[in-house]
């Protein structure tokens, strides 16, 4: 699996936009870019992934450079319960299959009043 | 949604007891279910896959004897720390895939040890 590089900590201000950023320079072909979340004591919860292409849902946008070596997690609009560790995954499709998540540290957003 | 649960979400126990903690898949079967363990300020550490009808797999270091894998449907995985110690306490997290969507999360189980 492809590693990733995540700072190790950010602090953004409530309602700015929190950018946090991953680098995964050896992220293969067919692998896709993961973000996952986790709050204090609650286990990871799912935000979103792609490709090659930028995405939004309802929680965030991820922009994956041109080269796919990098990418970026937007929260638009930063609250107070977005306060959580950030983890950037690589990993094949879905459809390929059940496969494990490896975890790395992650990045600890700390949302300011 | 998808959702994956965890019972118990706390569990106290006294040193040498065997303890067992469930994952179910609510709304939808999983062959495939993982078990993670996370310790105070640390990541998530993979520690096995379960397999629906089939021996779980386990990452290098993790002892199978000690942590008894069943999945004996396709929504239910179970994992039972047995004869238990101070030094098992942790975080105990599982996931599950519906199909083609990314993997869930329980809420996990923290595990004390006394």
């Known amino acids: 699996d492809a590693k990733t590089t995540q700072p190790t900590s950010m602090d953004c201000a409530e309602g700015r936009a929190a950018n946090l950023p991953c680098n995964h320079s050896?992220?293969?072909?067919?692998?896709?870019v993961y973000w996952y979340r986790q709050i204090h004591s609650q286990g990871p919860q799912y935000i979103i992934h792609g490709l090659k292409n930028n995405e939004t849902n309802e929680m965030a946008s991820l922009i994956i450079t041109e080269d796919r070596k990098s990418s970026t997690l937007i929260l638009p609009h930063a609250t107070l319960r977005d306060t959580a560790v950030y983890y950037c995954?690589?990993?094949?499709?879905?459809?390929?299959?059940?496969?494990?998540?490896?975890f790395g540290q992650g990045t600890r957003l700390t949302i300011n009043p | 949604g998808a959702v994956v649960s965890q019972h118990p979400s706390r569990v106290i126990c006294k040193s040498g007891t065997s303890v067992k903690i469930e994952c179910r898949s609510l709304d939808f079967q999983a062959t495939t279910m993982f078990w993670y363990r996370q310790f105070p300020k640390q990541s998530l550490m993979l520690m096995a896959t379960?397999?629906?009808?089939?021996?779980?797999?386990?990452e290098q270091g993790v002892e199978k004897d000690k942590f008894l894998i069943n999945h004996a449907s396709l929504t239910l995985s179970t994992l039972t720390v047995t004869s238990a110690h101070p030094e098992d306490s942790s975080f105990y997290i599982c996931?599950?895939?519906?199909?083609?969507?990314?993997?869930?999360f329980g809420d996990g189980t923290r595990l004390s040890i006394l």
């Open positions: 995954i690589v990993r094949v499709a879905p459809f390929q299959g059940a496969q494990k998540l490896v």
């Open positions: 996931s599950a895939q519906p199909g083609d969507q990314p993997q869930h």
């Open positions: 379960s397999n629906e009808g089939s021996k779980a797999t386990y």
């Open positions: 050896t992220i293969s072909g067919n692998e896709y």
